[in-house]
């Protein structure tokens, strides 16, 4: 009985986990470049050249990234404020692009355009 019981219960909290889904990786990073990035801050385009340019709360975005171990690395500025480097995952699912953090929390959310 105990044992049905923690299968039960270990069951229950399996179905609690969010699911992963979408791609991530250098397949999402693919996805990205060349395309415009839009959510209701602004918009930002990947370039394949390494840079990030658009504009993020009515300010010029000017960055340079780079793929390491299928994370998007990038730093620059957004306006007159340095934007230090930060590594993030990115997951794209149907047109959406998500950035993670490190630590696994939700960073950005843009649509792809």
Known sequence: MTRFILVLGLSALAACQPAETGISGRAALDMIIGRDLVNEAGTVRINQ?????GSFNGQPVDMVWAEED???CREGAVGQEASPRRCQTVRVTGPQARFYNADG?????YLMN
């Open 49 to 53: 050249d390494g840079t990030a340019t």
């Open 70 to 72: 299928g994370r998007f």
């Open 105 to 109: 929390s939700l960073s950005s959310s």
